[in-house]
């Protein structure tokens, strides 16, 4: 399939390659860097749930879900970043190229929805307390998260249509993202996108929020420790709509705009593709800001973390017997780090963490 000619062809103007550089140096080394963090961060954050988590409530299902969409999404980190690191030559077919582009919007908008659910699952346990014990029944998370993938599935079902490998002048084939296909194609469908995957899920987000820290900065203990720990949910959320999902849909709209209208000059649209080149990879560090989530949400997370690691070291008291008295630096060393570890994580009292407050 031909590439189609668009106002943005690097040989209608003498143009800086800055794109091209970005491509083949920042997206192989940010998505390599995301998929060590990511994977190690989220097989960690499935077995704390798994293992040591309990029992489940609405609040903990809904996060099982988010960190299992984010691991899924790192097995298609390897193929892009292979991909851009051999001058994005793609040589996986034409149905991985879909699916590999599927998995990251996929993750995106999943990772959206989720967040959501959270927002709303903490806007009746928090706003209307009378609900509280209803809302985290585990029947609820679950229908949640049914809702969610559903939704989710059936809102990018339609990129396995917009996306293909295409032949570039050089002979290659490529596996073009979203923005950088044919924008008469993808320009209704990128707004599809944009309006009902991230505007109105930031809307309902900044709503449950506004109204949560508002219930949250009334009362006699405003300082209390479960209080300060929800205000800081709030702002991660918030800074991870703001730093993760705004700057790639407003730089994945203006790439598309660019490319779309007549006259657009060629460097212009190089510049502009490569602040969007930066952005894709800071939209995937929202699995980052994930894992942060964890340890605000309420759900005794990190107690199970730190009981994980506690009980490895019971069930071997001997290998630590050892480690104290051979004297050995490098496993002196690692005593010191789990201890420290220990102290920065430990819980300030032992009052139990509700759910979702």
Known sequence: MANKTTPCDDSL????NIDDLMKHHYLPFMYGTIFVLG?????????????????????????????LTDLLYMFSMPFLTYYYSQGDNWMLGEFMCRFVRFGFHFNLYGSILFLTCL?????????????????????????????TWILAGGLL????????TVKSKNN??????????????????????????????LLIVFICYMRIAKVLAMGPHTQSRSRVRARRLIVLVMICFAVCFFPF???????IYTKLM?????????????????SRPVAALNTIFNLALYTFAGDRFKQAFLSL???????RPSQWQRTTHNGTPGTKSGLVLFKIFTIVLKPKNSTPINNLT
């Open 13 to 16: 103007d003498n143009c800086t």
């Open 39 to 67: 994977v190690l961060g989220n097989v960690t954050s499935l077995l704390v749930y798994v293992i040591k988590v309990r029992p489940w409530q609405s609040s903990s299902i809904i996060m099982f879900n988010l960190a």
């Open 119 to 147: 927002a709303i699952f903490r806007y009746v346990a928090i706003v209307h307390p009378m609900q509280a014990c209803r809302i985290q029944k585990r029947r609820w998370g679950i229908l949640a998260c049914v809702l």
């Open 157 to 164: 079902a339609p990129i396995f249509n917009v996306f293909t």
């Open 172 to 201: 290659i084939t490529q596996c073009l993202d979203l923005a950088s296909n044919d924008p008469e194609t993808v320009w209704k469908y990128s707004w599809v996108l944009t309006v009902l995957g991230f505007i109105l899920p």
């Open 249 to 255: 849909h407003v730089m994945r709209a203006l790439r």
């Open 262 to 278: 007549p006259g657009t000059c060629c460097m212009m649209c190089k510049w502009v593709h490569a602040v969007y080149i930066i």
């Open 309 to 315: 690691f506690t009980n490895q070291c019971q069930e």
